[in-house]
């Protein structure tokens, strides 16, 4: 899997383009924000963008979302946990957290734990990781994963924030460092890692 990254604003959120080859399909995973400079790197590898994913509902993961489905006429998908979330601009922290409030459409697509998306030749399976969030999720491709604020660099998401348990989140890092060792973490912020390397601390 060829990966994108893109750290954006307001709180350096990593958006990521996931695709397999030049010139084809990609999914766009947490777009935070700047859908004209995501735009500008999907055209600069003449890419098709195929479904927006979102590993949870929070602000700073989805707000440039509605602006890129329309530009592109694709789904947008979230876990089943979250679909009220990125609705209410409380449950996201949006009006709590930047003061302003964020509040997208429906989801197209409710994902659920198991879950697989095709790409073209590759898929993502879904996992669902509560604890960051009821809904938060991971995605898992054939050499990497994409662990949205479940798993940084050397340390793990918050849980104090709505719908947060800590007790979930730690038995949710488990389920994700049972994955291949050498697969290589894409998290929602910071620096790519792999489970080899996160493995150390749990």
Do not use: Q, W
């Not at 918050?158 to 998290?187: C, E, H, Q, W």
């Amino acid at each position: 899997m060829k990966v994108i990254t893109i750290p954006l604003p307001p709180i350096m959120t990593n958006c990521y383009i996931s695709y397999e080859r030049e010139g084809g399909k990609c999914f766009i995973i947490d777009p935070a924000s700047s859908e004209d400079r995501i735009k500008t790197l999907i055209d600069a590898h003449s890419l098709k963008p195929k479904a927006i994913l979102l590993t949870h509902g929070h602000f700073d993961h989805i707000a440039a979302s509605d602006r890129l489905r329309e530009m592109y006429s694709i789904p947008l998908y979230i876990h089943e946990a979250d679909s009220e979330m990125i609705k209410n601009a409380r449950l996201n922290c949006s009006s709590t957290m930047m003061g302003e409030e964020i509040i997208l459409k429906d989801a197209d697509k409710l994902l659920k734990d198991g879950d697989k998306l095709k790409l073209e030749n590759e898929s993502l399976a879904v996992m669902h990781t509560p604890g960051h969030s009821p809904g938060s999720c991971v995605f898992i491709a054939s050499d990497c994963v994409f662990s949205g604020d479940t798993v940084f660099r050397g340390t793990y998401g918050r849980y104090d924030l709505t719908g947060g348990d800590f007790n979930l989140l730690m038995a949710s890092i488990k389920r994700v460092m049972a994955l291949p060792p050498i697969l290589k973490v894409y998290p929602g912020h910071n620096e790519a890692t792999t489970i080899f390397d996160e493995s150390m601390y749990y």
